[in-house]
């Protein structure tokens, strides 16, 4: 698992360390660097598969001759009570005096997670490999039923679920035919989340004039859900965003190489408020039962809400109004406890943050909120 994400000098990420926990909830304003901190997942994973170019736009801003760290420190699977630690995989994108790049690449372990002692390997460029071996492919997840609720064309080779989920289509017809015992796992897993329905039909539609001009002759299907009584179909466009979003999630996790880091943002996107606590239920048992980690924005206070139980998991971000750098806060550890070892000083009751957690960051309490919210 991912223990420690430290970045420096990444768009407005000037110096950023996070102690990762199994699932993981950043929350703040727009533009405080949340999305910025998923990027730079993608950012390495685009690095080390070659694609060097991508770092020309991505230094902070403020001072953009400063180098680009992004340094990812995963808890060792231990095998051998003589060799436990972590591993470590470090990406560094400096500049030399004459304003040249340099990049360096590292792969190595450390018996601590702290230490800064870390042996190397001999192999200064690690590649894709090892990331992918550790986190699986990298894309942040955006589920929107919107575009899921819409006839797909079929697509040759669509093993990969795309950011949006709008390939499902072409993505079901690939798995159905290459992988018909994990096509059968998300029928399985669906009538567990959504026990009215256990059978996913498809159904051929004619494209529009203007899916013919952006995808040309290909066949179109569309999809829906029914019960195993043979009971009616209800086709995408009749089910709820709530069902949707949890196929959707259920596509990502069950692809032929699925992700073992989880991105997603707002889970919310598109969700009744009464649906949403489904959702978080949904991710929170995918998380342990598919030994997935997570990690996720939101702006929404009933997701918050869906974390009272483990402050430890929410980091809460802001920027520096004079810097524009970003600055984060561990909700437990940096809010909670100096909150209550101050009350404890001065004689006054520990505030219960947690008991309300969604309102308390509504009300800024917490931090995490536009600067002008109060």
């Not at 102690?19 to 533009?31: A, E, F, S």
């Not at 990406?91 to 870390?118: H, M, P, Q």
């Not at 019960?227 to 990502?252: D, H, K, N, R, V």
Request: charged share 25%; proline share 5%.
């Amino acid at each position: 698992m991912l223990k420690r994400v430290s970045i420096q000098n990444f768009k407005s990420l000037k110096d950023v360390t996070l102690d990762l926990q199994k699932v993981n909830l950043l929350i703040g304003p727009n533009n405080s660097g949340k999305t910025n901190f998923l990027k730079a997942f993608n950012f390495m994973y685009q690095f080390l598969d070659g694609k060097r170019n991508i770092a020309d736009s991505a230094h902070y801003k403020k001072d953009n001759r400063n180098h680009i760290n992004v340094h990812l420190t995963f808890e060792e699977i231990v095998t051998d009570p003589f060799r436990e630690g972590y591993r470590h995989l470090v990406l560094t994108k400096s500049f030399d005096y004459k304003g040249s790049e340099i990049y360096t690449t590292k792969f190595g372990w450390a018996e601590s997670l702290n230490t800064k002692d870390i042996s190397f390997s001999e192999n200064e460029d690690p590649g894709i490999e090892i990331l992918t071996d550790l986190t699986g492919e990298i894309i942040a997840y955006r589920p929107d039923p919107n575009q899921i609720n819409r006839p797909g064309p079929l697509i040759v080779n669509a093993k990969q679920v795309d950011a949006h989920c709008s390939n499902l289509i072409a993505f079901f017809d690939y798995i159905r035919d290459q992988y018909f015992d994990i096509f059968l796992r998300i029928q399985e897993d669906l009538s567990k989340c959504v026990p009215e329905f256990s059978q996913i039909n498809f159904q051929n539609t004619v494209p529009s004039d203007e899916q013919r001009k952006i995808f040309g002759e290909r066949t179109f299907k569309k999809i829906g859900l029914s019960s195993s009584t043979q009971g009616p179909i209800y086709w995408a466009e009749e089910l709820s965003e709530g069902t949707l979003y949890f196929l959707a999630l259920l596509c990502i996790i069950n692809q032929p190489n699925p992700p073992k880091l989880l991105l997603l943002e707002e889970p919310e996107k598109g969700i009744h408020p009464r649906r949403i606590w489904e959702i978080m239920k949904f991710i929170f048992q995918l998380a342990e039962e598919k030994d997935v980690q997570v990690i996720m924005t939101t702006h929404n206070e009933h997701v918050v809400n869906a974390f009272s139980s483990m402050p430890e998991s929410v980091f809460v971000f802001d920027k520096d109004e004079d810097t524009g750098a970003t600055y984060v806060r561990n909700l437990q550890k940096d809010i909670i406890e100096p909150t209550n070892k101050k009350n404890e000083e001065l004689g006054l009751d520990k505030v219960d943050l947690t008991s309300n957690l969604g309102e308390y960051w509504m009300y800024g309490l917490i931090g995490g909120v536009p600067a002008n919210v109060e």
